[in-house]
């Protein structure tokens, strides 16, 4: 995975909540399937028998790792209508994976 932790310089104690922050970042690739029907990218993922390789922090090889990544298989990837909210990034939580006709009930 692609990740980082981040310790925020202006919060003095490393217990305090926003004292730091894990992040990720998602790879993504022109949209097919399903998801091109809503949106121009896709995610790219990482086949099971490759996870070992591609979490391995010893393996820097960055032409043998980019060739790890693939469009996911068609058929893969689903599609549903949500929430506007998932527009703001400030907006967090389960909720956000709601159907959006989920949202009037």
Not at 8 to 14: A, T
Not at 62 to 68: N, P
Not at 80 to 95: E, F, H, K, W
């Amino acid at each position: 995975g692609l990740y980082e932790y981040w310790r925020d310089p202006d919060v003095s104690d490393d217990d305090a909540p926003g004292a730091w922050w894990t992040t990720c970042t998602i790879i993504t690739t022109e949209a097919t399937d399903a998801a091109g029907h809503v949106h121009p990218r896709m995610p790219l993922a990482i086949a099971p028998a490759d996870w070992n390789a591609w979490l391995d922090p010893a393996h820097h090889n960055a032409d043998e790792l980019r060739a790890l990544l693939a469009a996911p298989a068609a058929g893969h990837l689903n599609t549903r209508a949500v929430s506007t909210a998932v527009n703001n990034v400030r907006n967090n939580g389960p909720q956000l994976l709601d159907d959006a006709a989920d949202d009037h009930a």
